[in-house]
């Protein structure tokens, strides 16, 4: 056992060896192609919902895992070592759509949604970014016309992961715009409903197996029941749910850079130049020393978060800092794993280009770094 796992129960450790033996299995076959193509096919969504990765958190009587955020931090890390599209999949399935639904929903909502979100039966998106509407999120333009027992919901939204296969949505959407962010709704919108529009896929940098679209809706008719809490509850529904995600985001920064990390010492060790294995030489060894001591010190935060969440501790903080972390060593990491790969590391082939590409998308979703600096600059300032 290496110190990596110090801290691991049994059941987590468990946890870790079966999705890391899959990640292997499944998903490093064919990552290229998926990256290159831009697509992911529905048999390996299907696979990681029988392996009971879509509802990891959410409690059996949903249909979900019932294990603890550490367990869903090993899931999410040892995919994103591999398949970072994979990753963030499966991390804004659980933190994202089924933890808002689980713990502020109707026992009706959860009877019509959670189950089948838990078991991978239907697969979640989280709708809350707008063309004019990224860090700022408060500046909703979607529009939720409150009309007795139902809003009549207009406008589009960006960058939404899973947009183009999922089937319900938590979409956010004003309907008092006087009271600002206390006038936003959160509703549950299916992908069927008469005037949803899935918009266009983006070709992205980084996470192409990821699938990213714009969503339009054009006078969606949304039975109030699937408002989810009081009027107005939207926006705090929002953040309560992105602290557990930018969890999950800092747990994928931390796979992309343990898979770079990885690739680039076997590679040390293999690749010769002046007579030796290029890990003998000082310039390399200092970077594979870099590189493992962020690795562990962004390990040791997102499991302090994680802990901080388990043990129903505030967790605003130590979420934003794993995030801000993990993301940053992804990057650092995953440039100098192309750099020992030298001309290697810039072909496909070698996987860290792809690695790097992936890396920068950490930096920017659930949050940028810049939000996360303001996040715990706040929480260290609260009196
Ligand atoms: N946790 C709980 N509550 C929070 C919170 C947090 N982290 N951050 C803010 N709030 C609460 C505040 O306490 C405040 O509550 P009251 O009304 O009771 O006072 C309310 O929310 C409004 O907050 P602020 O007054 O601080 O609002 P602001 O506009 O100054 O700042 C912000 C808000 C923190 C910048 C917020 O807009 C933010 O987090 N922006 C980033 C948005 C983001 O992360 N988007 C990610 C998109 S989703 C995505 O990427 C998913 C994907 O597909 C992978």
Not at 188 to 207: A, D, S
Not at 278 to 297: G, N, P
Not at 344 to 352: C, K, P, S, T
Request: proline share 2%.
């Amino acid at each position: 056992m290496n110190t990596s796992n110090l801290l691991l129960t049994e059941e987590q450790f468990a946890v870790q060896q079966a999705v890391r033996d899959f990640a292997q299995r499944e998903l490093w076959a064919g990552v290229i192609e998926r990256d290159e193509q831009a697509y992911f096919p529905d048999e390996l969504v299907r696979k990681m919902s029988e392996m009971g990765l879509m509802g990891m958190m959410v409690s059996p009587e949903y249909g979900g895992g019932g294990m603890d955020t550490i367990s869903y931090v090993l899931a999410v890390e040892e995919l994103s070592k591999v398949d970072a599209s994979a990753g963030v999949m499966v991390s804004v399935n659980n933190s994202l759509v089924c933890y808002g639904l689980e713990h502020f929903g109707t026992p009706s909502q959860k009877e019509r949604y959670l189950s089948r979100l838990a078991t991978g039966e239907i697969l979640g998106a989280f709708a809350l970014s707008e063309p004019e509407a990224g860090s700022d999120a408060t500046s909703q333009q979607t529009f939720a016309e409150d009309k007795g027992d139902h809003y009549v919901l207009n406008g589009t939204k960006n960058w939404i992961t899973n947009g183009g296969r999922a089937d319900v949505f938590l979409v956010f959407a004003q309907t008092h715009p006087a009271l600002k962010h206390k006038g936003i709704n959160c509703l549950i919108v299916e992908k069927q409903w008469k005037g949803f529009e899935v918009g266009k896929k983006e070709n992205k940098l980084g996470i192409r197996g990821s699938d990213t679209h714009a969503i339009h809706f054009n006078d969606v008719i949304v039975p109030k029941e699937n408002r989810i809490g009081n009027d107005g509850f939207g926006f705090k529904l929002a953040m309560n749910t992105l602290n557990g995600g930018r969890i999950g985001i800092a747990a994928q920064a931390l796979g992309i850079a343990g898979g770079a990390y990885e690739l680039a010492l076997n590679y040390a060790q293999e690749r010769k130049t002046f007579g030796k294995a290029i890990a003998e030489h000082q310039a390399i060894q200092f970077k594979l020393a870099d590189m493992a001591t962020q690795i562990e010190a962004a390990r040791l935060l997102c499991y302090r978060a994680a802990l901080d969440k388990d043990l129903h501790q505030d967790y605003v903080k130590s979420a934003a800092m794993a995030k801000l972390f993990a993301s940053t060593v992804a990057m650092n990491t995953t440039v100098e794993a192309v750099q020992i790969h030298g001309g290697y590391g810039f072909v496909r082939e070698f996987h860290v280009e792809r690695m790097m590409r992936d890396a920068k998308i950490t930096q920017i979703y659930e949050g940028t770094s810049e939000i996360q600096k303001m996040v715990i600059a706040r929480e260290i300032l609260k009196k």
